[in-house]
T-cell receptor, first 111, second 116 residues
Framework: DGGITQSPKYLFRKEGQNVTLSCEQN?????MYWYRQDPGQGLRLIYY???????QKGDIAEGYSVSREKKESFPLTVTSAQKNPTAFYLC??????????FGPGTRLTVL | AQKVTQAQTEISVVEKEDVTLDCVYE???????LFWYKQPPSGELVFLIR??????QNEISGRYSWNFQKSTSSFNFTITASQVVDSAVYFC?????????????FGKGTTLSVSS
């Protein structure tokens, strides 16, 4: 079964902590993306990667970091520099401008 | 600058009513792609349709239909004979062929509530 998995489903972070959200795909897609969703705000792009070992900042990259060491994996780290990290995080992948396939999401809450 | 506007924040209908969700986009590219996604309460986005800028044919898929009009920069989505299972947040999105990446620009979404 091809698809995208994200873990964990729920994540709680204390202030000042870094946390890493996992995203894995077995669709053989080159491009991967991280979006953040806040109530009433739609989805906003954090980072994207077109190929392995390369990634680009999106509209709201401050306080986040990513890596793309393998085609299948695109983890997102939410650093302590991100002032308001409580949100729903969605990972996606695609081939070029074809439809993006989304994972089930991770809901991050700052305690 | 590229932008997607979904002016309807929330829509409530009764089952079997038809409902149209509006989407207006802005882009300077002549080649671009438009999408609709559905987000049920579970949170995962479900792909509904992709349309490129050179294909203005309207599309029908079961109870769903899409009306793409370049003259008004609109890509509206109609659900015929709505059902309770259609209750969800619907997003319209845009990607441009000329941009460096292939990321989507999303509208803020329309929450559709269908009551029985």
């Amino acid at each position: 079964d091809g698809g995208i998995t994200q873990s964990p489903k729920y994540l709680f972070r204390k202030e000042g902590q870094n946390v890493t959200l996992s995203c894995e795909q077995n669709l053989n897609h080159d491009a991967m993306y991280w979006y953040r969703q806040d109530p009433g705000q739609g989805l906003r792009l954090i980072y994207y990667s077109q190929i392995v070992n390369d990634f680009q900042k999106g509209d709201i990259a401050e306080g986040y970091s990513v890596s793309r060491e393998k085609k299948e994996s695109f983890p997102l780290t939410v650093t302590s520099a991100q002032k308001n990290p409580t949100a729903f995080y969605l990972c996606a992948s695609s081939i070029g401008h074809n439809e993006q396939f989304f994972g089930p999401g991770t809901r991050l809450t700052v305690l | 600058a590229q932008k997607v506007t979904q002016a309807q924040t929330e829509i409530s209908v009764v089952e079997k009513e038809d409902v149209t969700l509006d989407c207006v986009y802005e882009t300077r590219d002549t080649t671009y792609y438009l999408f609709w996604y559905k987000q049920p309460p579970s949170g995962e986005l479900v792909f509904l349709i992709r349309r490129n800028s050179f294909d203005e044919q309207n599309e029908i898929s079961g109870r769903y239909s899409w009306n793409f009009q370049k003259s008004t920069s609109s890509f509206n989505f109609t659900i015929t004979a709505s059902q309770v299972v259609d209750s969800a947040v619907y997003f319209c999105a845009l990607s441009e062929a000329g941009q460096a990446g292939t990321a989507l620009i999303f509208g803020k979404g329309t929450t559709l509530s269908v009551s029985s």
